[in-house]
């Protein structure tokens, strides 16, 4: 019976040696989790952030992309005004009166679409986009110019008209 005990008390021995070993495996293994959580924590915040810019820029982009936008488009109306004065003055003569009056005015009344196009998103932007860094140009400028150029097709389509 003393060997048996013995072998028992071996066993036990051998038992708790092996939940000790566990128990320092699973301590060790917890240390390393609570450092890679931190780690993952401070990971997460910085590509927060960092989104957080990007958006910012995106924004700012943006904002600038519509500007050009505008501008192209008072470009192309301008342009296409110019064009219809100048096609009156030098079709005359080489074509028939109503081709020339024709051309004249569709170029007008395009531009005075190009007008109105210009400030059409600036009006109606859909979904508001993140808050910009860069101040945007205001909008009663944009509309005031385009309203006056607007105008001044339209005295272009009557000088035409009466011509």
């Known amino acids: 019976m003393g060997d048996e005990v013995t072998q028992t008390a071996k066993a036990v021995d051998k038992t708790q040696a092996k ?10 293994s917890t240390v390393r989790q609570e450092k890679s959580v931190k780690r993952q924590e401070s990971s997460a915040l910085r590509q927060e952030e960092s989104a957080d810019r990007r958006t910012e ?12 936008t505008y501008a192209a488009w008072m470009r192309t109306g301008v342009a296409a005004m110019v064009s219809g004065v100048g096609a009156g003055a030098l079709l005359k003569g080489l074509v028939p009166t109503w ?17 109105i196009a210009a400030v059409w998103r600036e009006v109606d932007t859909g979904v508001p986009p993140p808050r910009p860094d860069v ?7 944009m509309v ?6 607007v105008l ?3 005295a272009v389509l009557v000088g035409l008209w009466t011509r």
Not at 57 to 68: K, Q, S
Not at 99 to 115: D, G, I, K, N, P
Not at 144 to 149: K, Q, V
């Open 57 to 68: 820029l995106a924004a700012d982009r943006t904002v600038l992309a519509a500007e050009r």
């Open 19 to 28: 939940v000790a070993a566990t128990q320092e495996t699973v301590a060790a």
């Open 152 to 154: 001044v097709a339209g």
């Open 99 to 115: 081709v020339a009056f024709a051309t004249s005015v569709m170029l007008v009344l395009f531009a005075q679409f190009s007008f």
């Open 135 to 141: 101040r945007k140009l205001p909008a009663w400028i």
């Open 144 to 149: 005031g110019f385009s309203g006056f150029l």
